[in-house]
């Protein structure tokens, strides 16, 4: 099967069949949903949630600008959702040409060699093809359907960023997230901590300045997910979220709750210890970030992942000349973000959207 042949990438859960198809160069993106049931939902709070992906005019973002409005092909009776659902976004502001150039020098970081190696002259290049962020769109259509109907249960998903290169701001690990709210977080930069705001933005005009680019940390906290929902061993709720955040392609790590930091403490500190409050089975701190043997455990479900910085950077790279089998020097022109995180974040919450709805 050649790589044009595979139309779509698909996520088979327990109550959702997703489908997202096109390419970063592609007339069109969109996706393909099997499993709503009548379900009600507001296209203007979609439309708000997937502006919150798109490039927005600051130094750190692409200047490709696309619209990204939200066009239901089917699957609408009225507010209400169908068992079958399809949406496309439109591609409008293309420069292919600034691609012509790597089918044979690879981008190091990127998915040329892989691809190529895989699929050869049947891989589409342009804009990274079907390996591009810009599949992440379809995938905040779907994440932002799903919002609304958890929000509808009482479950609430808020990403914000803690990190952008060197630089920290406020965590879920030193903060009680359960007194936060979390619903005013800013939208384009959400922080838990706004004092470090200018500071993560002069690390990454930094970054852009020097022709390169620069990674960091997001955190999402999910509130008011029943005890017991989630599964043992491969569907435990670490797994469907951690399979979903690695179908985004700038994430190379993640981690729940305390996370890599329990290897440096003792049972007796990175358990948390159960109590009742006004009646509620709680525990008194959250080292496991909600989730006890793959299901739920009432507290806020908290995990963090990393995103790494564009690999697409002007900087001169070294990478190899595929024809000529020799060891070359290129500098990528086009359009990239100096740093993908703040556009990732509603990502992140999209993805945790379909994984604590696939496991209600």
Known sequence: MSFNDKQFSIFNGNKLKIEVFGASHSEQIGVKVNGFNGQKV??????????????????????????????????????????????IIKNQN????????????????????????????????????????RLTAPMCIVGGLVKQI????????????????????????????????LTMLDADFPLLDESVKKDMLDQIESARSELDSVGGVIECVIKGVPVGTGEYMFDSLESVISSLAFAVPAVKGIEFGTGFDLASMRGGQANDPFCYENGVVKTTTNNNGGINGGLANGMPITFRV????????????????????????????????ACIVPRAVAVIESISAIAIFDSL
């Open 150 to 181: 958890l929000k509808e249960k009482g479950i609430e998903i808020s990403a914000y960023i803690s990190q952008i290169g060197n630089v920290k701001a406020k965590s879920y690990k030193n903060t009680d997230i359960e007194k936060v709210d």
């Open 42 to 87: 507001d296209l203007t709070e979609l439309q708000r949630f997937v502006d919150r992906r798109k490039a927005k005019n600051t130094a750190y973002s692409t200047k490709r600008f696309e619209q990204d409005k939200v066009i239901v092909e089917y699957g609408l009776d009225g507010d209400k959702l169908l068992p079958e659902f399809k949406a």
């Open 306 to 337: 990393v995103i790494k910085p564009t690999p697409s950077i002007s900087k001169e790279q070294q990478t190899v000349d595929l024809q000529s089998k020799q060891n070359v020097n290129i500098s990528i022109g086009g359009r990239h973000d």
């Open 94 to 133: 293309q420069n292919s040409k600034d691609y012509s150039s790597l089918i044979k020098t690879p981008r190091p970081s990127h998915a040329d060699f892989v691809a190529y190696s895989k699929y050869g002259d049947g891989y589409d290049y342009r804009g990274g093809g079907k390996f591009s962020g």
